[in-house]
């Protein structure tokens, strides 16, 4: 019998390591890279890397909320990335590179923003504010294949070229 599985998305600068990330957590069935956010119908890499569409290079994440909880997505989602930095991670800067958590259920966006609030009252980041748009989830489009499982076929890396 198949477990019964959710989704959940996130945006946290270049998809390769996000999903890396993502991938390794026990009760994660399945993830993909995309584009999620933005306003052109089935974009290209290529096009998302102009900074014109408005999509943010997100992991979808397929999971088993029975072996992990959404809380503890975000908890790795926040301790994955820099959430002060507005459209940049490290020297990738960009639209497509932001912060974003795109809520699929009620649940979500209540646990996403109470985690924000909370985070910025203990000062995790140094007392600087958290940029992290939380957004009603809409069309995820799917990453070219290369894109998919990106440092597992490559053999490791990072994202900054």
């Not at 507005?86 to 958590?101: C, E, F, K, M």
Request: glycine residues 10%; contains cysteine.
């Amino acid at each position: 019998m198949k477990p019964e599985t959710q989704t959940a998305t996130f945006g946290a600068g270049c998809f390769w390591g996000v999903e890396e990330t993502f991938r390794k957590i026990p009760g994660v069935i399945d993830t993909a890279v995309g584009y999620a956010g933005g306003k052109t119908e089935n974009p290209a890499y290529e096009e998302v890397c102009t900074d014109r569409t408005g999509h943010a290079e997100v992991v979808q994440v397929t999971y088993d909320p029975s072996q992990v909880s959404y809380e503890e997505l975000l908890k790795i989602f926040w301790n994955s990335h820099n959430p002060t930095t507005l459209n940049r991670q490290g020297p990738d800067v960009g639209t497509q590179y932001r912060s974003a958590i795109f809520f699929h259920t009620p649940e979500q966006k209540a646990a996403a923003e109470n985690h924000k609030v909370a985070l910025e009252a203990d000062g995790k980041f140094g007392g600087r504010p958290i940029v992290t748009s939380i957004e009603p989830a809409q069309t995820f489009y799917r990453a070219e294949e290369y894109h998919q499982r990106y440092f597992e076929k490559q053999g490791g890396g990072a994202c900054h070229v």
